[in-house]
């Protein structure tokens, strides 16, 4: 049978020193051992596609993760830099980025720098710089867009609109122009 005290009582401090190996129990990787990994790994691996390294460059700060089986209801999520949803979320939140996963959900307002969506959305959205709905993604409600990019079998219905933040800058570049 088990004892509670393992899992819930007072722990015993020095049982847990005792389970730590020193800095010395690994040996370091010398620079000719990391060259020789180097040659072996292809180049397409340690690159990084261009929209994934736009996305990379938002994404640091405070970062949420709603994972698989988890449900997020009723809150207005703040100081939030990203939001990445594997599970369910409803909410409001204005934020940098977001990156719905394909089982993921977000239901809610919403205002962000950069959305990639491979889930479902549902709500108001706003993206002021670029949307990009993947081909297993599925936008739906008042969407207000910078950029847009729609994957091949990727969804986006409801009232669509180029927001007006980038009308403006539209209309000043092709003003400068000509």
Do not use: W
Not at 83 to 96: H, K, M, Q
Request: proline content about 3%; aromatic content about 4%; glycine content about 10%.
């Amino acid at each position: 049978m088990l004892k509670s005290e393992k899992f819930f009582g007072r722990r015993d401090a020095s049982a847990d020193t005792k389970s730590i190996p020193s800095a010395n129990a690994y040996p370091a990787v010398s620079a000719s051992a990391l060259a020789s990994i180097a040659r072996v790994v292809p180049a397409s691996i340690t690159t990084v596609p261009a929209a994934a390294s736009a996305t990379s460059e938002l994404s640091m700060g405070s970062k949420l993760t709603v994972g698989p089986n988890i449900k997020l209801k009723g809150v207005e999520i703040t100081d939030c830099d990203t939001l990445v949803v594997e599970g369910v979320v409803e909410a409001a939140i204005n934020s940098r980025v977001i990156q719905i996963a394909e089982r993921g959900t977000f239901i809610g307002n919403a205002e962000f720098d950069i959305a990639e969506i491979r889930g479902e959305f549902n709500g108001d959205l706003t993206v002021r710089q670029k949307l990009v709905v993947h081909a297993s993604g599925r936008v739906s409600g008042k969407v207000r867009y910078g950029r847009l990019v729609i994957e091949e079998g990727g969804q986006l219905s409801g009232d669509i609109q180029l927001s007006v933040a980038a009308v403006k800058g539209l209309a000043v570049a092709m003003t400068n122009t000509g």
